[in-house]
């Protein structure tokens, strides 16, 4: 049983930075077979993909929303995702999921789409104030 687990959430200014951190774990898991992924959810508001990645960190998404502000990486050695977030903004508050799609043929690049993926985190909540 795949599982993944965020953590660095936490309360910002804006202009502020985070990092968040996601863990792969589970029996016989092969990170580098599932491609991943960043979701955020609003109160109100349906949930969202802010950045997906290949299994080998080459076809990546952001939306635009977040592009030139948020870096998506992983390392599969240590089988850890990550968000780097800089120059947050109110309208980033949210809960962060952290997401693991099976299967090398996932490559997200202009679209990453939520029903791609099928193992979630529990979140971690992101607020930004102004």
């Known amino acids: 049983q795949v599982q993944v687990e965020e953590s660095g959430g936490g309360s910002v200014q804006t202009g502020g930075s985070l990092k968040l951190s996601c863990t792969g774990n589970g029996s016989g898991l092969a990170f580098d077979t599932y491609a991943m992924g960043w979701f955020r959810q609003a109160p109100g508001k349906e949930r969202e993909a802010v950045s997906c990645?290949?299994?080998?960190?080459?076809?990546?998404y952001y939306r635009d929303s977040v592009k030139g502000r948020f870096t998506i990486s992983r390392d599969n050695a240590k089988n850890m995702l990550y968000l780097r977030m800089n120059n947050l903004k109110p309208e980033d508050t949210a809960m962060y999921y952290c997401?693991?799609?099976?299967?090398?043929?996932?490559?997200?690049?202009?679209?990453?789409?939520?029903?791609?993926?099928?193992?979630w985190g529990q979140g971690t909540q992101v607020t930004v104030s102004s």
């Open positions: 997401a693991a799609g099976f299967g090398r043929h996932i490559e997200p690049a202009d679209y990453c789409g939520v029903s791609w993926f099928n193992v």
């Open positions: 990645v290949s299994w080998n960190g080459k076809s990546r």
